[in-house]
């Protein structure tokens, strides 16, 4: 069985080392005493419950699944009590408001102790997970009684909450939803309808679940101009905010799935159940996005998780199988074959999963900072720059990230050979869990239409540029700098490429529309590869400025580098291969018709 251990001392570079998290926080007044010494002490606890609760967790929990029983779903062994403890150490209110409980610390945090949980039982941590995002949308658009209702009971963690979107014949055009609310004399809604792939949406583990619910006003406009959202409880909250009577809110089964088995994924049916109206009428979706962001990067993370478990699996199993010898004669005379980390193909498998997941790392807490200044920075400016940032890297965080995952995973099996695909080993169950990430909070196309058409042509490229500044910045500062000229110079070059292919698309677009659509995958990953490299040339100018500075942990720096010159001479080029994808055209895509898509 595969044990997770929290990389520690790279989750520190990334937030000390690179991001240099304790300047961040002093600039943001909210949370200006904020410093290493607790940012460390956080980190500590959750490695040690994410290590020593959940991980042990991750295999028995998959084999056992959850159980679902005439509208009732039990959680796998020690999924409820290992929740307790989480709410015991405090993980699970770090970010909320001091006045509903909360301990008000920056999000980024949060981020941070997520990867750690979900690395090491990914089913476990969907169930903490979504309530954040339900937190995060009450807050933001709640009434001062929905918040007093609610937040201190969530942020405590005694009730969790969903998210309620899509529904069988919709998927994810939630412009196709049908779920009816209808108004009631006392100013509630009754709510008629059934929602699927409902994480988390019954459980065992919580003494209410509190459901965020996109859904019609009898009048509403058609298509997404028409929805509104609504505070759906299991139970109705009674006049001193205490769990009250139960709600016309009912499982109707759990999903019988490839991965994630300990997660209950729940068709939730609401028979006339009372809801509450979250914001102004058919102005739901809008609202939604405060919740499908946080979703969306929390998605993201589950990349870098699936990177990480796969890659300590490997990795410990590559130097302890032995399988043929070295090309270059016998590494290890003394056994009676050679472990097969020496062998290059094995390698660049594991280097493969390590750039991902440390990039991946990266990336995501990058984007996390970010979400920390669009929420408290001091100034407007600075709120919408941070927004325009998280836009844009959404998007590319959100496909990206989970795609490399998957493959890392892919990975992780390849490196165990047959046993790779054995259940006992822990690998193939990451790339069951992982699977789904492609797919949940918009498709990996669909993340792709949300860059190239809303993020980036919507907006005249505007957005793009504010981050390919970034770069070109970043290359200017560190052209001459010695030892960086073989990351500085492709970065800069693919910069400007970046430029002129979304120009060149745009035009293209003003002829026909589907221009987009053809090219927007390929330019997804095209944005994805050279995001990445960014971090990496980031990464390894961080690193060789911190190798003079401290000549003892020469191995880990050298190592950082080495990643990086990886990444850049063997996993960039995969860039211009999507370059070419899109310069092949869209006409051989729809120049078949229909009827000849035969079998």
């Given at each position: 069985?595969?044990l997770?251990q929290?990389?520690?001392?790279?989750m520190?570079f990334?937030l000390?080392?690179?991001?240099?998290?304790?300047?961040?926080y002093?600039?943001?007044?909210a949370?200006?005493e904020?410093n290493?010494?607790?940012v460390d002490?956080?980190?500590d606890v959750?490695a040690r419950?994410?290590?020593?609760?959940l991980?042990p967790?991750?295999?028995?929990?998959?084999e056992e699944g959850c159980h679902?029983h005439?509208?009732?779903?039990?959680?796998?062994?020690?999924?409820?009590?290992?929740?307790?403890?989480?709410?015991?150490?405090?993980?699970?209110?770090?970010?909320?408001?001091?006045?509903?409980?909360?301990?008000?610390?920056p999000?980024?945090?949060?981020?941070?102790?997520?990867?750690?949980?979900?690395?090491?039982n990914?089913?476990?941590?969907m169930?903490?997970?979504?309530?954040?995002?339900?937190?995060?949308?009450?807050k933001?658009?709640g009434?001062?009684?929905?918040?007093n209702?609610?937040?201190?009971?969530?942020?405590n963690?005694?009730?969790?909450?969903?998210?309620?979107?899509?529904?069988?014949h919709?998927?994810s055009d939630?412009?196709?939803i049908?779920?009816?609310?209808?108004?009631q004399?006392?100013g509630?809604?009754?709510l008629?309808?059934?929602?699927?792939?409902?994480s988390?949406g019954e459980?065992?583990?919580?003494?209410?679940?509190v459901?965020?619910?996109?859904?019609?006003?009898?009048?509403a406009?058609k298509?997404?101009?028409?929805i509104?959202?609504?505070i759906?409880?299991?139970y109705?909250?009674?006049?001193?905010?205490e769990?009250?009577?139960r709600n016309?809110?009912?499982?109707?089964?759990i999903?019988?799935?490839?991965?994630?088995?300990?997660?209950?994924?729940c068709?939730?049916?609401f028979?006339?159940?009372?809801?509450?109206?979250i914001?102004?009428?058919?102005k739901?979706?809008?609202?939604?996005f405060t919740?499908?962001?946080a979703a969306?990067?929390g998605?993201?993370?589950q990349?870098?998780?699936?990177a990480?478990g796969a890659?300590?699996?490997?990795?410990?199993?590559?130097?302890?199988?032995?399988?043929?010898?070295?090309?270059?004669?016998?590494?290890?005379?003394?056994?009676?074959?050679?472990p097969?980390?020496?062998h290059?193909?094995?390698?660049t498998m594991?280097?493969?999963?390590?750039?991902?997941?440390?990039?991946g790392?990266?990336?995501?807490?990058?984007?996390a900072?970010?979400i920390?200044?669009a929420?408290h920075?001091?100034?407007?400016?600075?709120?919408?720059?941070a927004?325009?940032?998280?836009?844009i890297?959404t998007?590319?965080?959100?496909?990206?990230?989970?795609e490399m995952g998957?493959?890392?995973a892919?990975h992780?099996?390849q490196?165990?050979?047959?046993?790779?695909?054995?259940r006992?080993w822990?690998?193939?169950?990451i790339?069951?869990?992982t699977r789904?990430a492609?797919?949940?909070?918009?498709?990996?196309?669909?993340?792709a239409?949300?860059l190239?058409?809303?993020?980036?042509?919507?907006?005249?490229?505007?957005?793009?540029?504010k981050?390919?500044?970034?770069?070109?910045k970043?290359c200017e500062?560190?052209?001459?700098?010695?030892?960086?000229?073989?990351?500085?110079?492709p970065?800069?070059?693919?910069?400007?490429?970046?430029?002129?292919?979304?120009?060149?698309?745009?035009m293209?677009?003003?002829?026909?529309?589907?221009?987009v659509?053809?090219?927007?995958?390929?330019?997804?990953y095209?944005s994805?590869?050279?995001?990445?490299?960014?971090?990496?040339?980031?990464m390894?100018?961080t690193?060789?400025?911190r190798?003079?500075?401290?000549?003892?942990?020469?191995?880990f720096?050298?190592?950082k580098?080495q990643?990086?010159?990886?990444?850049?001479?063997?996993?960039?080029?995969?860039?211009?291969?999507?370059?070419a994808?899109?310069?092949?055209g869209?006409?051989?895509v729809?120049?078949m018709p229909?009827a000849?898509f035969?079998?």
């Amino acid at each position: 069985m595969n044990l997770y251990q929290a990389p520690l001392r790279d989750m520190r570079f990334v937030l000390h080392e690179l991001l240099n998290v304790e300047q961040h926080y002093t600039s943001i007044p909210a949370f200006a005493e904020v410093n290493r010494e607790l940012v460390d002490s956080i980190l500590d606890v959750g490695a040690r419950f994410a290590e020593q609760e959940l991980s042990p967790l991750n295999r028995s929990g998959d084999e056992e699944g959850c159980h679902y029983h005439d509208g009732t779903v039990t959680t796998p062994k020690g999924f409820k009590e290992a929740y307790a403890q989480y709410l015991d150490l405090g993980l699970g209110s770090l970010s909320a408001p001091q006045a509903y409980g909360g301990q008000g610390l920056p999000p980024s945090l949060d981020i941070a102790v997520g990867e750690m949980n979900g690395t090491a039982n990914w089913s476990w941590g969907m169930y903490p997970g979504l309530s954040r995002g339900a937190i995060e949308t009450i807050k933001a658009h709640g009434t001062d009684a929905q918040k007093n209702t609610y937040l201190s009971k969530m942020t405590n963690g005694i009730w969790t909450g969903t998210m309620c979107l899509t529904e069988s014949h919709a998927g994810s055009d939630l412009g196709l939803i049908r779920t009816k609310a209808i108004e009631q004399d006392d100013g509630s809604y009754a709510l008629h309808g059934t929602k699927v792939f409902i994480s988390a949406g019954e459980h065992d583990m919580a003494d209410n679940i509190v459901h965020i619910v996109l859904a019609r006003l009898p009048d509403a406009p058609k298509g997404t101009k028409g929805i509104s959202l609504f505070i759906v409880p299991k139970y109705l909250p009674d006049a001193g905010g205490e769990v009250g009577p139960r709600n016309g809110v009912h499982c109707g089964g759990i999903e019988h799935k490839m991965g994630i088995k300990a997660s209950a994924t729940c068709t939730i049916n609401f028979d006339g159940a009372t809801g509450f109206l979250i914001g102004e009428p058919n102005k739901g979706l809008q609202c939604m996005f405060t919740f499908m962001n946080a979703a969306r990067v929390g998605t993201a993370v589950q990349g870098v998780c699936a990177a990480e478990g796969a890659f300590q699996g490997a990795l410990r199993y590559a130097k302890d199988r032995v399988a043929m010898r070295s090309l270059n004669g016998p590494s290890h005379p003394e056994l009676e074959a050679d472990p097969i980390i020496v062998h290059p193909a094995v390698r660049t498998m594991l280097l493969t999963q390590k750039t991902f997941a440390e990039g991946g790392r990266a990336l995501v807490y990058w984007l996390a900072t970010q979400i920390d200044l669009a929420a408290h920075a001091s100034t407007p400016e600075a709120r919408q720059q941070a927004d325009d940032l998280m836009s844009i890297l959404t998007p590319i965080a959100k496909a990206f990230l989970t795609e490399m995952g998957s493959e890392a995973a892919k990975h992780g099996v390849q490196v165990y050979g047959g046993h790779g695909f054995i259940r006992e080993w822990g690998m193939e169950q990451i790339v069951r869990d992982t699977r789904i990430a492609c797919l949940y909070e918009g498709t990996t196309e669909i993340q792709a239409l949300d860059l190239l058409g809303r993020k980036v042509l919507q907006t005249q490229g505007e957005l793009l540029k504010k981050f390919t500044r970034i770069i070109h910045k970043f290359c200017e500062a560190h052209a001459a700098q010695a030892g960086m000229d073989e990351f500085v110079a492709p970065l800069q070059s693919l910069n400007k490429t970046w430029s002129d292919l979304t120009m060149d698309i745009g035009m293209k677009a003003l002829m026909n529309r589907d221009e987009v659509g053809g090219s927007a995958v390929d330019y997804l990953y095209f944005s994805g590869y050279v995001t990445l490299a960014y971090i990496w040339a980031w990464m390894a100018e961080t690193a060789s400025r911190r190798l003079s500075e401290n000549p003892e942990q020469a191995d880990f720096y050298h190592a950082k580098v080495q990643t990086a010159q990886f990444y850049y001479r063997k996993l960039l080029p995969r860039a211009q291969a999507h370059l070419a994808c899109i310069q092949g055209g869209l006409v051989v895509v729809q120049q078949m018709p229909v009827a000849a898509f035969a079998f």
